[in-house]
Each structure stands twice: as C-alpha cells, then as structure tokens.
C-alpha cells in the first residue's frame, strides 16, 4: 500500500499558488519525499524531493512540517500547462535490502482553470 | 537531466503475439530499474523491479512467465509481454534509478501503450 494520501482533485486559477497537500504520518527518519506529475498519456515527471528542510527548485517548493508527517508542494505561479495529476511518494523498502521501490497512491488531479 | 527513453511508444498487434519493450537511460548508468503497468483512470502499478545482472523481483500477482524482465547492461532493461491477450492491453511504463545514489529519484520513461486486437 502507498505510504501516502492526497484529496482525490484540486482547482486552481492561472497565475496563483498552487498549494498540493500530502500525509505521510508512517514516514521512517530517513525516508524522502519525491514529488512526480503526470501529464496525460506520459510518463511521471520529476518534481523536487526532500527530507527534512523546505526545498526550492524552477519548477516548486517543498513545504515540510517539522514532525515530517505531511507535506505541500507549492507551484508558485501556475499556468494551464501544469494541468496534471501529481502523486506525492515516500520511497518504500530499503536500499541495502534491495527492496526500494515506489508505491504510487491515487495522486491529486489539478487542474488549472483560465 | 537524467534521460529515460523508452521504446516503442505504441504497439498495436494481433493476440498471441508476444511484444518486447525497451527501457533505456540515456545519460547515467543504472543498476536497478523499474517496470509499472497503468490502466486508464488508474494509478501505476509496480510490476517488478529489474537489477543489472540478475533476476528481476516481482510484485505479488505479476506472472514472471508472462512478464520476462532482461537487465542485461546498466543502461538497457527489456520487458517481453509473452503471448499476449486483449486483457494485457495496457500503458506499460519504466523508470530507472542511477547507480550508488540511493535517495535520487526515479526517472520514467515516457510509456509504451500496448493494445492487443
């Protein structure tokens, strides 16, 4: 099962923040958070990841509650292009296990209105 | 950026017919990489995951006599649908990871969407 949950769709208009929320209440100390999107008929796009701190990269930012157990993806300015589902991820297993993987949840469908 | 490719991008064949589909980092080598399976409307599924050299680990109920896994190189995973039937009609989509970077993400492939007549 997806160690995360997001609502199931969101609006938003062109040209504000698009604030995306994520719970990971089970995430382990030193997992990360991967955010991906995926544009119709397309493989998921890489976003930004993080552990702890907020991040900042072209695309967003990351929020991270100190407690680690949920997060928010911020895309700051959002254009009709960013019209997508986005699926908040917590990596699964352990690497010297060789047991990493993804379990992708339901994601949330944005959709950015005119 | 780190570069997956995939191919084809759309195969469309007769039942029966058996369909290999290759994954390919472009620009970074890596020793584990993934194959997912998407149904219209729904989220991806993990299939198996795909380790340079040795054999692939797969999701409980995926058939590993129905999904062959070949990770040959570090840069080439293949995926042969076997004897393929209207029901595996699917987006099948790969990701890899780059070798000894544990917390850098996946990146995918942009999905092959297989449809069995």
């Known amino acids: 099962d997806a160690k995360t949950t997001q609502p199931p769709s969101m609006d938003c208009a062109e040209g504000r923040a698009a604030n995306l929320p994520c719970n990971h209440s089970t995430i382990s100390g030193n997992e990360y958070v991967y955010w991906y999107r995926q544009i119709h008929s397309q493989g998921p796009q890489y976003i930004i990841h993080g552990l702890k701190n907020n991040e900042t990269n072209e695309m967003a930012s990351l929020i991270i509650t100190e407690d680690r157990k949920s997060s928010t993806l911020i895309l700051p300015h959002a254009t009709l292009r960013d019209t997508a589902v986005y699926y908040c991820?917590?990596?699964?297993?352990?690497?010297?296990?060789?047991?990493?993987?993804?379990?992708f949840g339901t994601g949330t469908r944005l959709k950015v209105l005119a | 950026g780190a570069v997956v490719s995939q191919h084809p991008s759309r195969v469309i064949c007769k039942s029966g017919t058996s369909v290999k589909i290759e994954c390919r980092s472009l620009?970074?080598?890596?020793?584990?990489m993934f194959w997912y399976r998407q149904f219209p409307k729904q989220s991806l599924m993990l299939m198996a995951t795909?380790?340079?050299?040795?054999?692939?680990?797969?999701e409980q109920g995926v058939e590993k006599d129905k999904f062959l896994i070949n990770h040959a190189s570090l840069t080439l995973s293949t995926l042969t649908v076997t004897s393929a039937h209207p029901e595996d009609s699917s987006f099948y989509i790969c990701?890899?990871?780059?070798?000894?970077?544990?917390?850098?993400?996946?990146?995918f492939g942009d999905g092959t969407r297989l449809s069995i007549l």
């Open positions: 795909s380790n340079e050299g040795s054999k692939a680990t797969y």
């Open positions: 620009d970074f080598q890596a020793t584990t």
């Open positions: 990701s890899a990871r780059a070798a000894g970077s544990s917390n850098q993400p996946q990146h």
């Open positions: 991820i917590v990596r699964s297993g352990g690497f010297t296990s060789g047991t990493y993987k993804y379990i």
